[in-house]
C-alpha cells in the first residue's frame, strides 16, 4: 500500500504498483497533519522519469494543498511523511539550493536530465513521496536520501510536480502502475 502525499493527488509512482486501497493523508490549513484515512483509488497518470503519479480517490470537500514555485535557499520547511514506515510525523527541513543532475529512471531503462531541490534535514527511506510543506503550501516532493551526505535529501520541485498535475488532472481512466524496480 502506497501513500498519498495531499489533496492535490501525486505521490510517487513506485510506491504504488498497482494498490487500489490507499493511505490518505488529510492536512489542516497550515499544511500539518490531520488524519490519515483509507480510501479506494485508481492510478490514471505516471511519469517514470520523475517518479510520480496522479491517483484518484474520489471526492472531497476540502480544497487541496497550494503550491509555491517561490522557494529560496535558507528557508524553513518541513517534510510530512512516514520515516522508516513508521507513524505520520512532521520532520524540519531548510530549502537548500535548485540542482540539475543526469538520473535515472524507475525502470532503470533511461536517463535524464532532473531538476531537483536540495533538502538539509534528517530525510529517511519512508519520506520519499511526501510533500515539503512551506507556510502551508507544497514547495516539493521528496524523492531521495544522500548517500554520501548523512543530513540532506531532494525534492522534485513543485514546478515540475504542477507541469505534470496540470497535464494530467483531466485524466479519470485508470492505468496498470507496472512492475517497480526500487
Given amino acids: 500500500v502506497g501513500k498519498c502525499l495531499f489533496a492535490c493527488r501525486a505521490i510517487h509512482e513506485h510506491a504504488l504498483q498497482d494498490a487500489d486501497l490507499f493511505v490518505r493523508d488529510l492536512f489542516r490549513e497550515d499544511g500539518l ?5 483509507f480510501v479506494h483509488s485508481s492510478v490514471t497518470a505516471l511519469d517514470p522519469s520523475n517518479d510520480l503519479a496522479v491517483v484518484r480517490v474520489g471526492t472531497d470537500d ?24 513508521g507513524d505520520l510525523s512532521v520532520s524540519p527541513v531548510a530549502l537548500g539550493d535548485s540542482l540539475t543532475a543526469q538520473s535515472r529512471n524507475i525502470y532503470n531503462n533511461a536517463t535524464f536530465s532532473r531538476s531537483m531541490l536540495a533538502l538539509a534535514g534528517d530525510i529517511q527511506p519512508g519520506h520519499s513521496g511526501s510533500p515539503v510543506v512551506m507556510g502551508g503550501r507544497v514547495a516539493g516532493v ?41
Fill in 62 to 85: 476540502r480544497p487541496p494543498l497550494s503550491f509555491t514555485v517561490t522557494a529560496s535557499p535558507g528557508v524553513a520547511a518541513a517534510v510530512v511523511g512516514y520515516p522508516r514506515n
Fill in 33 to 37: 497533519p490531520r488524519i490519515a484515512v
Fill in 142 to 182: 521528496v524523492f531521495s536520501k544522500s548517500l554520501s551526505q548523512r543530513h540532506t535529501g531532494y525534492a522534485i520541485p513543485a514546478s515540475v510536480a504542477l507541469t505534470f498535475l496540470r497535464a494530467h488532472l483531466s485524466n479519470v481512466s485508470p492505468i496498470a502502475t507496472g512492475a517497480c524496480l526500487r
